[in-house]
């Protein structure tokens, strides 16, 4: 093996030790997702709004304290951070036992878990933010592609394990293993950041969040209009295929799974070769032109080639645009830039269903993935002119 060899799988390592954290976190997020709609629903009896508002309300704290979690690991750095987060995961957990125990009380089993969740964003937030932070002081700035792309494997990693998970936790064991697994899982990943090496604080003039925003706001602009691609897919692609007679829409959700990861695994280092707009112009392409086939798609086989580019396209899109803005900041505030970035994808996702939803209602559910194409392309159009930009700077 070679010496650039060995380095290259050192930085790995060094990576994958920090954001197995957010794989930690994730996982305390997907046990319970699959789960929890049809138990606000059946179990408790409220309406299929509160079921849907129970899953949404932890995107909203997510989304709420991104300020927040940026100033912690800014000023006390992510390691503290990240302890913060697996607490806040853990007392999730404890709030959902709380919840089952408190079953034959509708009202205060709904707002257990309603705490729970608000819990439960907030640690996001936390956690994904430092680890991506944590990992880029252990391995240099000029790997901050790869602890994006990783970080982003470990989250999606974690959905796609843990909503599955859940529910054959319940059918084997009830619904209390749901609260125990995330108290015993938060307490593992606090156990596990306790010895690490803290990253050293870095000293300078922390810029208040608005004006961090206002630097990273483009770059986010085109990664929300990116995921509305990946939001309209994960929401509507079931109800997509029903309309239409067509079978198995789980498959596009593994096409698109599948894709994003293994785009993230071979392709990382092309950030780092050809730069973060290049990258994201070629990805916003290939979406587009994925969610242009899901439109039109005659077949499922060509609805499911759809998906596979779109989360092929996808992929790569947040780390490269990542890494454009994220050097528009100090060092300094660099946990304030990752948070403030990441707010866009948060409200990407807030929006799709709401506004996707109206514009299937009016006009059927295939126009929706023209719409995220034509969301996607106009992304691909501001990459384009950041790009150029990026040469008068």
Partial sequence: ????????????????????????????????????????????????????????????????????????????????????????????GALMLGSWAMQGLPWISLGLLMVARLVLGTSESL???????????????????????????????????????????????????????????????????????????????????????????????????????????????????ASLGWKDAVYCLTAFGGCFIGARLLFANAINRHGGFRVAIACLSVESLGLLLLWSAPTPWIALAGAALTGFGFSLVFPAL????????????????????????DVSLGITGPLMGAVANGFGFGSIFLCAALAAFSGLILSLWLFQHSFSR
């Fill in 1 to 92: 093996m070679s010496a650039d060899s060995r380095s290259s799988s050192s930085t790995t390592l060094q990576v994958v030790s920090v954001v197995l954290f957010t794989f930690i976190a994730y996982l305390t997020i997907g046990i319970p997702l699959a789960v929890l709609p049809g138990y606000v629903h059946s179990d408790l009896g409220f309406g299929s709004v509160m079921a849907g508002l129970v899953i949404s309300i932890q995107y909203l704290a997510t989304l709420l304290t991104r300020p927040y979690a940026g100033k912690v690991i800014d000023t006390l750095g992510p390691k503290r951070a990240v302890l913060y987060g697996m607490v806040g995961c853990a007392a999730s």
């Fill in 127 to 241: 956690v994904g933010s430092a680890s991506i932070a944590w990992g880029i002081d252990r391995v240099g700035a000029a790997n901050t592609a790869k602890v994006i792309s990783w970080n982003g494997i470990a989250s999606y990693g974690a959905l796609a394990i843990g909503a599955p998970l859940g529910v054959l936790m319940v059918g084997q064991l009830g619904l209390s293993s749901l609260g125990g697994s995330v108290v015993l899982l938060a307490m593992l990943g606090f156990a596990l950041a306790w010895p690490k090496r803290a990253a050293a604080l870095v000293h300078g003039e922390r810029m208040p969040f608005h004006h961090v925003l206002g630097r990273v706001f483009p770059h986010g602009m085109g990664l929300a209009l990116g995921g509305i691609g990946f939001g309209t897919i994960a929401t509507f692609i079931t109800l997509y295929y």
């Fill in 322 to 345: 990542g890494v454009e803005a994220v050097g528009l900041v100090p060092a300094s505030n660099r946990g304030a830039a990752l948070g403030a970035y990441s707010l866009f994808i």
